[in-house]
C-alpha cells in the first residue's frame, strides 16, 4: 500500500521537537513524554484526556505559539461577559450579531428548513454495503473533528450503544481524532480521513453506509478579528463538508456544533472569545446553504442543522436548561473536557439525537 509522505514528513518534524527554542518556550514540558505520546496517536490509538490535553499543548509549543501559549500572538481578550446564543434576543447583539440559534432571536429553523430537513430524514435508511436499500442494513452515524470531539462523543457512544431508546440497526464510529481539527480536514487525503476510514472498517461497516455526521466546528489557536477568525472556520468547514460528500455518497444530513466554554482555558488552544464565537459559524454556513451558496449545494453537501448547542456561561449557565460549566469537567488546560464534562456533552448529544424532531426518526427504534 502506497503511503502518503506528508504525514511522514510532519511526524519526522515532531519528533525532532525537543530543540532549543521549544525547550525556552516551554520548559515545562517533557518532550520524550510528548513524542511517546505522538507515537500513539499516529499508530490510531486513543489518549485519555489528560495524554490528549498533554500532547495538545506539545503540539502548540513546537509550533512556537506566540505570546498565549497555544495560540497566536495576537489572539483577542473575552469581554467581561459573554451571553449564550440561545438567550439573546434579536435586540440583543455580539459584533454586530444578534441572537437565536437562526438569528432573529428564534432558536427554531425556518419553515423553509425545516421542510427540507423532514425531506432529508425521510431519505435515510438502513442500506447494505454497497449503499442499496436493505431491511437487514445499517445507517450509520460518525464524528469529525478535534480531540475535544472525539473525547465527548467517545462518551456519547458509550452511552447510547446502551439506550433502550437507540435503533438496533444504527451503528455509531466516533472519527474525531485528537490534534485534528478543522483545518486539519481540509486535505481530501489527510492523514484524518485515512484513519476514519480504517475505524469504519473496523467497526464492520462501509463508508456508503454513512448517512449522519456530528460535526464539531473548531481550529488550532485562532487568532484575529471576529471575522477573521469565522472566515478562516468557515471556508475550512466548508471543504471539510465537501470531502465528507465524497467520501460518504450516501451522507444527508451534517449536525454542526460549536464548543463548550472555555473560561478558564490557560492557554491559546482555543480560549474564550473564540470558543464562544464558533458558534456564529455554525449560524452562517446554516444561512448560507438556505439562501443557495453554490459551494454548499446538495451535490457538495449535505443537509446542515443544528445538533445540540453546548456553550453555556460557566456557573452561570444559560436559561434553556440547567446546563452549568464548573472548573471540574475541564482537564488542567481549561480546555479539554475532564470525564464529568465529556458526561454533560455526551447526554446533550444522546437527548438530541433520542427526542429531537429533526434526528429521532433515524436514531430511535
Same mark, same amino acid.
Given at each position: 500500500m502506497k503511503t502518503s509522505t506528508r504525514p511522514l514528513a510532519f511526524a519526522a518534524l515532531f519528533l525532532g521537537a525537543i530543540s532549543l527554542i521549544a525547550q525556552a518556550t516551554a520548559p515545562g514540558i517533557d518532550w520524550d513524554r510528548a513524542k511517546q505520546l505522538y507515537q500513539r496517536e499516529q499508530r490510531?490509538? *486513543?489518549?485519555?484526556?489528560? /495524554?490528549?490535553?498533554?500532547? $495538545?499543548?506539545?503540539?502548540?509549543?513546537?509550533?512556537?505559539?506566540?505570546?498565549?501559549?497555544?495560540?497566536?500572538?495576537?489572539?483577542?481578550?473575552?469581554?467581561?461577559?459573554?451571553k449564550p446564543l440561545t438567550d439573546m434576543t434579536a435586540d440583543d447583539t455580539y459584533e454586530g450579531e444578534d441572537g437565536g440559534l437562526y438569528g432573529k432571536g428564534s432558536n427554531e429553523p425556518p419553515e423553509a428548513l425545516r421542510?427540507?430537513?423532514e425531506a432529508a430524514l425521510?431519505?435515510? *435508511?438502513?442500506?447494505?454495503? /454497497?449503499?442499496?436499500?436493505? $431491511?437487514?442494513?445499517?445507517i450509520v452515524l460518525v464524528s469529525i473533528s478535534m480531540?475535544?470531539?472525539?473525547?465527548?462523543?467517545?462518551?456519547?457512544?458509550?452511552?447510547?450503544?446502551?439506550d433502550s431508546r437507540k435503533s438496533d440497526k444504527l451503528t455509531i464510529v466516533d472519527c474525531a481524532q485528537g490534534g485534528q481539527a478543522m483545518a486539519q480536514w481540509v486535505p481530501e487525503d489527510g492523514r484524518p480521513w485515512q484513519e476514519a476510514m480504517n475505524r469504519i472498517e473496523r467497526a464492520g461497516?462501509?463508508?456508503?453506509?454513512v448517512q449522519v455526521a456530528w460535526i464539531k466546528l473548531a481550529n488550532v489557536g485562532p487568532s484575529g478579528s471576529m471575522k477573521e477568525h469565522l472566515d478562516k472556520l468557515?471556508?475550512?468547514?466548508t471543504a471539510v463538508l465537501q470531502n465528507a460528500k465524497k467520501r460518504f455518497p450516501n451522507l444527508r444530513i451534517a449536525y454542526l456544533g460549536s464548543r463548550i466554554w472555555a473560561g478558564n482555558a490557560t492557554g491559546g488552544l482555543n480560549p474564550e472569545?473564540?470558543?464562544?464565537?464558533?458558534?456564529?459559524?455554525?449560524?452562517?454556513?446554516?444561512?448560507?446553504?438556505?439562501?443557495?451558496?453554490?459551494?454548499?449545494?446538495?451535490?457538495k453537501s449535505p443537509l446542515l442543522l443544528w445538533g445540540p448547542y453546548l456553550w453555556a456561561e460557566g456557573e452561570k449557565g444559560r436559561k434553556i436548561d440547567d446546563l452549568i460549566y464548573v472548573k471540574a469537567d475541564f482537564a488542567g488546560d481549561g480546555v479539554h473536557p475532564s470525564t464529568s464534562g465529556r458526561e454533560k456533552v455526551a447526554k446533550q448529544l444522546l437527548e438530541f439525537f433520542a427526542t429531537s424532531p429533526l434526528a429521532k426518526g433515524w436514531f430511535a427504534k
Open positions: 490510531g490509538e *486513543k489518549l485519555n484526556s489528560e /495524554e490528549q490535553s498533554y500532547l $495538545d499543548k506539545a503540539k502548540e509549543a513546537r509550533r512556537g505559539g506566540g505570546n498565549r501559549p497555544g495560540g497566536a500572538g495576537n489572539q483577542r481578550k473575552a469581554p467581561e461577559f459573554l421542510k427540507s430537513a425521510a431519505q435515510i *435508511k438502513t442500506l447494505d454495503a /454497497e449503499g442499496k436499500p436493505s $431491511d437487514s442494513g445499517r480531540s475535544n470531539a472525539t473525547q465527548e462523543f467517545s462518551f456519547f457512544k458509550g452511552i447510547a450503544d446502551k461497516v462501509t463508508p456508503e453506509q468557515e471556508a475550512d468547514t472569545p473564540y470558543a464562544y464565537e464558533g458558534a456564529f459559524s455554525v449560524r452562517h454556513l446554516i444561512q448560507k446553504q438556505m439562501n443557495g451558496d453554490e459551494s454548499l449545494a446538495s451535490a
